[in-house]
Every structure is written in C-alpha cells, then in structure tokens.
C-alpha cells in the first residue's frame, strides 16, 4: 500500500466515524460492505464486525427491509440516485423510527455499478414533532366547529390549558434537536477533509453528498420550529379572544 492510498483511506474512515449520520456501502446483493459506528447504532448492532455481510433484513421488520431493497436494485438498475427519501424504519421488536436517506449508485473505475451507498439522518424527533402539530391543529379545527353550537368562553376554558402546554413542550423537544445537531461541526470537519483529498478520490462524492445532507437536514428543522411557533402564536390568539368576553388564567409553561 503506498503513501496516497493509505492517506486516502485515513481520511475515509475518520470521517465516517465522527459523523452523527449513518453510512454505509452495500454491494449488489445489498450486503453491507463497510458502514461506521453510527450505522451499527442505527440497526441495534453490537459492532461492526457483526453488521458487515449482512443485508437490512436482518436488522429491520419486513416492511422497511422490502422497501430498502427495492429503492436500491432501483438504483443499480438506473445508475441513479434517490435523494432525500423519508423512510419510516420498523424492528422486529415493535420499535418504529424515522430516516432521511439518501442513496447513490456506487461506481468502479470502470464506471460499472457494483453497489450502492447512503446517508441516512435520523428524523424521528422530527417527525414526531410533526405529528403532534398535526394534532394541535385538528383540535383547533374541532375547537372551532363546537364553538358555533356550545358557549365560546367555557370551551376555550375546557381545552386552553392542555393545548398550550402541548405546544410548549413540543417546540422545547424540537429545539434540543436543533441544539444537539452539531450540522456547523460536521460542515467544517467535512469540509476540511474534502480540501484535502485528490480530486479523483472515490471518498469524494460521499463527502460532498454528506455537506447537502447536513445543510438540509438543518433548513428542514428550522422549519419546523417556525411551523410551532406559529401555531403558539394561534392559540394565544384564541386566548385573547377568550380573555375580552370573561377573565381567564393566562396558561403557564
């Protein structure tokens, strides 16, 4: 092995393993040929070794496994790329999490398609952030049909509190996802590293794929955190109304 290729291989696996993001190599037959700690991590496993070689049904229920393998014979299929797929991951054990994923058709020198390769982000804080968002939404949708055949004040009394907390506690969740994302982190190590590679390097369109991901991943958040805010803006609204008819409690949280 010469100089080049060991500091090329260096680089690879120090990015891979001090990034939060799992990523993984898969030949044609979607067996894992090389992932980092937070891949094992992702499927329960107990360390590398014990991933290599295998394939996502070992790990995950039939559903998403089946779906997995589909997007990636797909992709060797193509040579195409499935960018930004929310995947929703079921365990055997009733367990059920969320990924962002993106999948690339992993090349040769030749230019063949030997496999495929991704970055998948675990969105399950997210997606559960959204889901209870929705549910604000709906009782605020109920809330308002009732309001045109039931007294307007002793309503609002009913729901206000609860759903003001719900609010709270959901945007404080979200908010200490965007905290401990580290994305400006990861950029610059990212970055540093892409400076540092050949520009014929094989690591560098997964460096540069990871340097998207992260800056995505990171509008998607800020997003989210906006849509709640908005939403606790609403309801102090309907608050307001309620306090200019009867005095009601200001909610506190």
């Known amino acids: 092995m010469n100089q080049s290729s060991f500091d090329q291989q260096l680089l690879m696996l120090t990015l891979l393993n001090h990034v939060e993001d799992a990523i993984y190599f898969k030949d044609r037959e979607s067996r894992f040929r090389?992932?980092?700690?937070?891949?094992?991590?992702?499927?329960?496993?107990?360390?590398?070794?014990?991933?290599?070689?295998?394939?996502?049904?070992?790990?995950?229920?039939?559903?998403?496994?089946?779906?997995?393998?589909?997007?990636?014979?797909?992709?060797?299929?193509?040579?195409?790329?499935?960018?930004?797929?929310?995947?929703?991951?079921?365990?055997?054990?009733?367990?059920?999490?969320?990924?962002?994923?993106?999948k690339y058709p992993l090349l040769n020198e030749t230019g063949q398609v030997i496999g495929t390769y991704g970055i998948s982000r675990d969105i399950t804080a997210r997606k559960q952030a959204e889901a209870k968002m929705a549910q604000l939404n709906t009782e605020l949708l109920n809330t308002e049909r009732r309001l045109a055949v039931m007294d307007f004040a002793e309503l609002i009394l009913f729901h206000t509190n609860h759903m003001a907390d719900?609010?709270?506690?959901?945007?404080?969740?979200?908010?200490?996802?965007?905290?401990?994302?580290?994305?400006?982190?990861?950029k610059q190590q990212a970055e540093r590293l892409i400076s540092l590679l050949p520009p014929d390097s094989p690591a560098m369109d997964p460096c540069i794929s990871l340097l998207g991901e992260v800056d995505l991943e990171a509008e998607q958040q800020e997003k989210t955190r906006k849509d709640l805010l908005a939403l606790k803006k609403q309801l102090h609204g309907i608050i307001e109304l309620v306090k200019a008819r009867k005095h009601v409690p200001a909610p506190t949280y």
């Open 34 to 102: 090389l992932v980092n700690d937070s891949l094992v991590r992702a499927v329960g496993g107990k360390s590398i070794a014990e991933v290599l070689g295998r394939t996502d049904a070992d790990f995950f229920g039939a559903a998403h496994a089946k779906a997995a393998l589909a997007t990636e014979e797909q992709i060797m299929r193509t040579a195409q790329p499935v960018l930004n797929l929310e995947e929703k991951e079921d365990f055997p054990d009733g367990r059920v999490t969320w990924s962002s994923t993106s």
């Open 166 to 186: 719900v609010s709270g506690q959901a945007i404080d969740r979200v908010s200490a996802v965007m905290e401990n994302g580290h994305f400006g982190q990861i």
